[in-house]
């Protein structure tokens, strides 16, 4: 558990200072990869690959995850993996067993870069010492040009003592920031003449939309088109959410009724029932706008394809719907049947989030916590009902400040990307706080991160709320009863987890503070207490209701009918 994994922010952590020195230096060398100044280590090397990816997102440059041999780099598989769903830039680097031992059953031997290809854009080992620079521009190139995605550079041991002369070296410079493309002039006009003939619009903002950094132009679209909208998970905060033009509270209807949809950098995935019936309509006209050209008329065969990147293309959008001055009219039947239900589904919530029994639901722990956050806090999610609900519950003002289990739908990034999100933001906002908020089984992944944390001194309030088990448990009282009809192996539920644990102990062993909280009062003070500590780590840990639940659904989580 101890084996040393290392991550290390990338080049854009310290872009001024890289820059600067690139332009000083006249030797053509590659500062802008060796000269990291700031290593994390974290307690595994799947924490520190979590870490890095989320670097990757948070700031558009590949975290750098630095892994040993063997079953290091095999923890940093799911990291890398995630990585590469979430088409987040990242760079693992893996020590490896030295080659001349190679086929011998060599310490920690594995065939490394043959795993990383499955969970890669490019795996590699470079053939020699001198190879290295060059490899490694091509690391940072492929991480970040096209899709973003993970990359792998293996690293024999017996690297570590060769020497070459530094003059056959080929030394590099980094590559040029990555192209941005505009889509076809005819398919933009296609689209906007498509947009302005619908009856029933919907913009759908992925978390494409927020790497590319297109908020300001998809902004100027929702407002100057009087166009709904709604955020997958992490498009949440490319437009605010207290938006008025944003639906995610009717998300089904919008979603079910919507004749015409543009998507801005999100996949007819699972997140979004792959775009088919029941939850769509099956003659809905879908606008596809992505950076991969492979992506576009996945599940759904496109009306429009517009490929390239999303900032650009909402800007060659813009200038076709001015020329075009369309504007979708807000007393449309539309507007005001998504409105009603807008209305339905937020006073359901609210009288969930009012409700003064205890222990407390879901909607009234998330009612609490939404009346004391920041505004501007980073707000990291997992778990089952405590991400789905959260949610739901808890808004984002700013883009890429939500960052979530995603599209594999991980368990255990929580903590590493907590961590990720506290270094960006100390090294650019440092007074940006950074809400971690967990399911008690989601925290259990990777708890002992809470050590990284303390260690280097960040900044994080980790909120976990407790309902004793996966999706539910059981109350003290009910597990003491249970144990009475034998061993706990033979008779507890596997979805429960120990019912009443002390995990704000967890944070108190390593010098942050812990909370143990029953009520509202007792979770506003502590959640007060622990935004107002600028310095120190702390952990709300919120006994629920262990039956609480996610209010009555229209659709099953996953739709399964009609496939
Ligand atoms: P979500 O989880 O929010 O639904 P996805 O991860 O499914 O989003 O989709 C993100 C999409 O965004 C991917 O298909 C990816 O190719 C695309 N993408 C990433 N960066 C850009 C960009 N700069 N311009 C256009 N598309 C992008």
């Given at each position: ?398 883009p890429r400040h939500r960052l979530d289990a995603g599209t594999f739908g991980a368990m255990g990034v929580g903590l590493g990307f907590a961590i990720a999100a ?43 709320v407790n309902n004793n088990g996966i999706y539910s448990g059981l109350d003290a009282d009910t597990w003491k009863e249970m144990l009475k009809s034998g061993e ?11 019912p009443n644990s002390h995990y704000e102990q967890i944070m108190s062993a390593f010098g942050g503070k812990g909370y143990f909280v029953k009520t509202p009062e ?42």
């Open positions: 558990m101890h084996t040393g994994p290392f991550s290390c922010p990338p080049p854009s952590l310290h872009a001024n200072k890289t820059l600067r020195r690139r332009q000083d230096s006249n030797r053509g060398d590659w500062p802008w990869f060796k000269e990291q100044t700031c290593i994390l280590r974290t307690v595994i090397s799947r924490g520190a690959c979590y870490a890095a990816s989320a670097v990757g997102y948070l700031t558009g440059r590949p975290g750098v995850c630095l892994v040993v041999s063997g079953p290091g780099l095999i923890h940093a598989l799911g990291g890398m993996a995630n990585a590469n769903m979430n088409c987040w830039p990242l760079i693992v680097i893996g020590g490896s067993s030295d080659r001349n031992q190679e086929i011998m059953g060599a310490f920690q031997e594995f065939p490394q870069v043959e795993a990383c290809r499955l969970y890669s854009k490019f795996s590699v080992r470079p053939s020699s010492l001198e190879a290295i620079p060059a490899v490694i521009e091509k690391a940072v190139r492929c991480s970040t040009y096209g899709r973003p995605g993970a990359c792998y550079v293996d690293m024999p041991g017996d690297f570590v003592n060769l020497q070459v002369n530094k003059s056959s070296v080929k030394y590099v410079k980094c590559c040029l920031p990555p192209p941005v493309c505009t889509a076809e002039h005819s398919a933009v006009s296609v689209a906007a003449s498509i947009l302005a003939h619908s009856r029933q619009p919907l913009l759908i903002i992925g978390k494409g939309a927020a790497y590319s950094r297109a908020e300001n132009s998809i902004r100027k679209l929702v407002d100057q088109c009087g166009l709904p909208f709604l955020p997958t998970p992490m498009g949440k905060g490319v437009v605010p959410d207290n938006h008025p033009n944003c639906v995610a509270a009717a998300r089904s209807r919008a979603l079910q009724h919507a004749d015409v949809i543009i998507l801005f950098g999100a996949r007819l995935n699972w997140i979004l029932h792959f775009g088919l019936p029941p939850r769509f309509r099956p003659d809905v006209k879908i606008i596809q706008v992505d950076i991969c050209a492979e992506e576009l008329g996945n599940n759904v065969r496109p009306a429009a394809n517009l490929l390239g990147d999303i900032n650009a293309v909402t800007e060659q959008l813009l200038e076709q719907l001015v020329l075009m001055e369309w504007k979708y009219p807000s007393y449309s039947e539309w507007w005001k049947g998504l409105r009603e239900k807008m209305k339905i589904n937020e006073e359901t919530s609210q009288a969930l989030a009012f409700k003064k029994s205890l222990p407390m639901n879901y909607y009234t722990v998330f009612h609490h916590v939404r009346e004391l956050l920041p505004r501007d806090c980073i707000l990291v999610s997992e778990g089952a009902n405590t991400m789905d609900i959260g949610r739901t519950m808890l808004p984002n003002y700013y506290a270094m960006v933001a100390k090294d650019q906002t440092p007074k940006r706080r950074v809400v971690c908020i967990e399911g008690d089984s989601a925290f259990g992944f990777s708890g002992m991160e809470v050590e990284t944390i303390c260690r280097y001194n960040l900044s994080v309030v980790i909120i976990v706990p192996t033979a008779c507890a539920p596997p979805v429960c987890l120990l007792e979770l506003q003070n502590a959640l007060k207490a622990s935004l107002a500590e600028k310095q120190v780590s702390s952990l709300i840990n919120i006994m629920i209701n262990p039956q609480s639940d996610r209010k009555q659904q229209d659709f099953h989580w996953l739709t399964r009918s009609n496939m």
